[in-house]
């Protein structure tokens, strides 16, 4: 072969493989998708993911089949999505508690957040109203820290259990604030939701759509929301951030992963169709009224919030000594 034969050899098997990579990410996909959720049927995240899920398969032409794996915190379920085949098919939605504080909480997980996972969209997150009895005389959170500097330690925080939510978001204003307000633990949302009606403790994080109706009849008074930005469904309420605690953010965000190796034309597309199914109107009218709002960012930025939720959360763990039960 001369010269010029292998050149033009070479070209023409050049352009034969170009077109490989967007022919793979059209040809995406063609099986149903596996959604793993790592909790049980039936809690807030499912009912977020399944509307959603079935917008998924409506738009795809593929059955997107949500796998409940709930067990271990969510440990379980963040496992069986980190050892599954990164070829598209399976997917997973981490939480907060998954990716950002059960690796400071648990001694060990059998996964790690960053290493085994590749980021493919922020799907929405949601936050916490902070909610206080009435006979608590306060209606900011300037007040609220002013009485608790005051008092330091008399003031009592309900929460569903030691790691929750609430408890996390209850410590991150006392470090942040420079206040000490008391932790009592419940063995769930419920109970801590009758004793602070009750006046039993003062002061909850609580997510909206458990705590709006108690709010409208006078039974709790609301006082911020947790995170950046101000809910969609309560432009009023001022959020933490902005009534005295610079960039306080405290919530709960879900979070769309793929195993780590998966191609990164299959991590666009997997993003694409999560975008489009996003900016349907029913959906987003879903997510708000359930207290959540849409987000959509890039796998770039998810990533980057990812390591830095993980050292924020890492940081109030160990300064507020939180250990399971």
């Not at 300037?142 to 925080?157: F, M, Q």
């Not at 169709?273 to 890039?298: H, N, Q, W």
């Amino acid at each position: 072969m001369n010269k010029t034969t292998y050149l033009y050899a070479l070209a023409a098997l050049a352009a034969s493989m170009a077109p490989v990579a967007p022919l793979l990410a059209q040809a995406f996909p063609g099986k149903p998708i596996r959604w793993i959720l790592p909790y049980p049927p039936g809690g807030g995240s499912d009912t977020i993911a399944r509307p959603f899920a079935r917008k998924l398969s409506e738009n795809i032409g593929q059955q997107v089949i949500i796998d409940n794996r709930g067990g271990a915190g969510g440990n379980i379920g963040m496992e069986a999505a980190a050892r599954a085949a990164p070829d598209g098919y399976t997917v997973v939605m981490g939480l907060t508690a998954q990716l950002a504080v059960n690796p400071a909480l648990f001694p060990k997980i059998p996964y790690d957040p960053i290493r085994d996972f590749e980021p493919v969209m922020m799907l929405a997150n949601g936050g916490y109203l902070l909610v206080a009895h009435p006979s608590l005389p306060v209606k900011t959170v300037s007040e609220l820290i002013t009485i608790a500097k005051k008092r330091p330690g008399e003031l009592l925080y309900a929460s569903s259990g030691n790691g929750s939510g609430g408890h996390l978001a209850s410590e991150l204003l006392n470090v942040m604030a420079g206040i000490r307000v008391t932790h009592v633990p419940y063995k769930g949302g419920g109970q801590a939701m009758v004793d602070t009606i009750a006046g039993q403790t003062q002061l909850l994080f609580t997510p909206p759509i458990s705590s709006s109706a108690h709010i409208e009849s006078g039974r709790l008074r609301a006082i911020a929301v947790s995170t950046t930005r101000r809910l969609s469904s309560m432009p009023n309420l001022p959020t933490i951030a902005e009534s005295g605690v610079p960039g306080y953010d405290s919530g709960v965000w879900y979070a769309m992963l793929a195993p780590r190796g998966t191609p990164q034309n299959i991590i666009a597309r997997l993003h694409e169709e999560y975008r489009k199914v996003l900016a349907d109107p029913g959906i987003r009218s879903f997510l708000t009224k359930s207290g959540v709002e849409p987000d959509g960012g890039t796998p770039e930025e998810l990533g980057k919030y990812l390591r830095s939720e993980l050292a924020k959360w890492a940081q109030v763990i160990k300064a507020a000594h939180i250990k399971l039960d």
